[in-house]
């Protein structure tokens, strides 16, 4: 058995992370703003969060995809119970193809698992895209990359629509 305690923790804290985002860059004077190269930002919390943000936001999917598909499999199998239905994104099947259906919660967390790349998003005027020109906070949608017997997939990961299928998954409440 998964310690809940455990899930509901990394869970609470990648909500933090996403939530966070807009804070630090508010606090952040615009010309602070910088990474990389020969320009670092004077604000520490700014520095922090650029230092540490990817890391945990990829491990901390990873390892909730993973307690959510052991967990799925625990209470079908011992408790015959279902486990959320949640939509979570989008799957785009066949990348080459445009097909694309929606992300139900368990195959969020198999295309989190087995993705070959992690792409964070920014959202600019209204539009998420992946690539940006300006400095902006990361957006709660994560694109997913990998293949399947060849075929290139990609998974728009709604965050928060994950982390709200994975307290149901667990019972909070």
Known sequence: MLNQDIVFRDTYRLLCI???EQAIFDITPEDQQVWGGSQSSEEP???LRHQFIEDEINHTLINLAI???THMEFKKEKHAREYPDHICGTLIRGVATGEDEPLTFREACNKIIHANTFLATFKI???VKNVTDEVAPIHHEIWLLGDKFGKKWKAELDVLGFL???TENFDLF
């Open 45 to 47: 919390l700014f520095r």
């Open 164 to 166: 709200r299928a994975t």
């Open 18 to 20: 996403f939530m966070a």
């Open 125 to 127: 005027a209204e539009e």
């Open 67 to 69: 307690c959510n598909r």
